[in-house]
Nanobody, 126 residues
Framework: QVQLVESGGGLVQAGGSLRLSCAASGLTFSSYDMGWFRQGPGKEREFVAAITWGGEVIWYADSVEGRFTISRDNTENTVHLQMKSLKPEDTAVYYC???????????????????WGQGNQVTVSS
């Protein structure tokens, strides 16, 4: 059974920081590209960041470029999203997702992922 579990969300003031983590089990973690997506109130789920299976290539949404950092630790089967300079518009449920590295298509596309976590709430107050 494949399981992705997000943690680290919560309440933070605008300008503050949070670090999200995603722990994976039931899969060979190093065989998967990993990504973060989010869904804000009244919005569709959108791409945030992604990292290839070996960490060679990283993608960011324009809205988070320069503020968020994605990383992974294949020895601990975890992927992280360090979020800095948070804005109220970053308020959303954040999801981690995994896709087999041989998967076709861009890691920025939601439909190209095989497994999803349950989500973790991030709320940024002003």
């Amino acid at each position: 059974q494949v399981q992705l579990v997000e943690s680290g969300g919560g309440l933070v003031q605008a300008g503050g920081s949070l670090r999200l983590s995603c722990a994976a089990s039931g899969l060979t973690f190093s065989s998967y590209d990993m990504g973060w997506f989010r869904q804000g109130p009244g919005k569709e789920r959108e791409f945030v960041a992604a990292i290839t299976w070996g960490g060679e290539v990283i993608w960011y949404a324009d809205s988070v470029e320069g503020r968020f950092t994605i990383s992974r630790d294949n020895t601990e089967n975890t992927v992280h999203l360090q979020m800095k300079s948070l804005k109220p518009e970053d308020t959303a449920v954040y999801y981690c997702a995994g896709r087999l590295r041989e998967r076709r298509g861009s890691p920025t596309e939601e439909g190209r992922y095989d497994y999803w976590g349950q989500g973790n709430q991030v709320t940024v107050s002003s």
